[in-house]
């Protein structure tokens, strides 16, 4: 096991250095520059300073070197559009609220997916099962930006329930409102993943209810809510493992459309922002961060699944 985690912690290493050099060269590569735009273009010699300033002056491959010599000491520059600022202070910023809304938006997807996959299942064939399956469609087919802006619509212009936008700090769970303005951001981002789960988890349950195993054990006497728990639902539970694998990261790293419609200072927004501006520091270390983010994921879900799953062994895997 610490030898395969150790193999995998390096091929993450060489993926996340691979990561950089493709961004950093495409960001170089697109004519233009971070002081190039404006209605008022910088006089020569200011600009000139600016580019000394920040490093812009020299080489791609040297700038590339004296940033990944900074990074990892966790020194990942100045934003050019918030030069009070660090981009470690401000992806920490950001990134905080984007993991709140990343947070709510699994455990709502996870647990209502998994609940309605195992309704759908047991109920197979029945309007209950097709009520599930077409929602579980009309989630998938429907991007969120779509979702989000029906829902400002109906919530907040025509029925004036909930706020239209705006993120609170967890103080509000105390306060009046109990934040209101965290409902319908985490409903539109959680239905497209918890529509796919509950499809896997309807077809993971159908398959189980039906296994050779589970004949037996009902065949023995055990009643249905042991057979369900013990056998059906231990063993369906197996495969969402590997679904759970891409969409916690895509869900921890902030959804652009999400973040902008409902007007939430997350990670997302300040990365469209800072591509626009061709903010080369903080679209780097952003970069890095989903890179970092999706390879530990993964490589947490390999464990998680070879735990839950005797079957698989890791040690297998190292010998070949």
Same mark, same amino acid.
């Not at 600022?85 to 699994?106: M, N, R, S």
């Not at 329930?161 to 409902?183: A, E, H, K, N, Q």
């Not at 050779?212 to 065949?219: E, G, I, L, P, S």
């Given at each position: ?14 993926v ?79 990134w905080? %609220?984007? $993991? ?8 709502? +997807?996870?647990?209502?997916?998994? #609940? &309605? *996959? @195992? %309704?759908? $299942? ?8 097709? +009520?599930?399956?077409?929602?579980? #469609? &009309? *989630? @998938?087919?429907m ?69 050779d ?52 200072p ?8 800072s ?11 952003t ?34």
């Amino acid at each position: 096991m610490t030898r395969y985690i150790l193999g995998r912690l390096l091929s993450l290493l060489f993926v996340v250095i691979m990561v950089s050099m493709i961004t950093f060269s495409l960001m170089h590569a697109v004519p233009g520059g971070p002081f190039d735009e404006g209605k008022q273009p910088l006089p020569p010699a200011a600009k000139a300073n600016i580019m000394r300033k920040y490093g812009l002056d020299k080489p791609v491959w040297q700038q590339y070197l004296n940033y990944m010599k900074n990074a990892l000491r966790f020194d990942f520059g100045i934003p050019y559009q918030q030069p009070t600022t660090t981009v470690a202070e401000l992806i920490a910023k950001t990134w905080k %609220i984007t $993991a709140q809304v990343g947070a709510l938006t699994v455990f709502l +997807a996870f647990s209502l997916g998994i #609940t &309605l *996959g @195992i %309704i759908a $299942a047991y109920h197979q064939n029945s309007w209950i099962d097709n +009520a599930v399956t077409f929602m579980a #469609t &009309l *989630g @998938i087919v429907m991007p969120n930006f779509v979702i989000g802006t029906l829902a400002i619509l109906l919530f907040a212009v025509y029925l004036d329930w909930l706020p239209m936008g705006g993120w609170s700090d967890s103080t509000c769970l105390v306060g009046r409102y109990f934040c209101t303005d965290w409902i319908m951001p985490v409903v539109a981002y959680a239905l497209a993943p918890m529509a796919i789960i509950a499809r896997y988890t309807r077809a993971s349950v159908v398959e189980y209810m039906h296994a050779d195993f589970v004949r037996t054990a009902r065949a023995k006497g055990l009643g249905e809510r042991s057979v369900m728990l013990r056998h059906v639902l231990r063993n369906a539970m197996i495969p969402l493992v590997t679904v759970a694998g891409p969409i916690i990261p895509d869900l921890m790293t902030g959804s652009i459309f999400i973040e902008s419609i409902f007007r939430i200072p997350g990670l997302g927004k300040y990365f469209v922002t800072s591509t626009f501006n061709r903010d080369y520091p903080m679209i780097m270390a952003t970069i890095l961060l989903i890179a970092v983010l999706w390879g530990l994921v993964y490589l947490l879900t390999d464990i998680v699944y070879t735990w839950i799953d005797p079957r698989v062994r890791l040690g297998a895997q190292e010998g070949q």
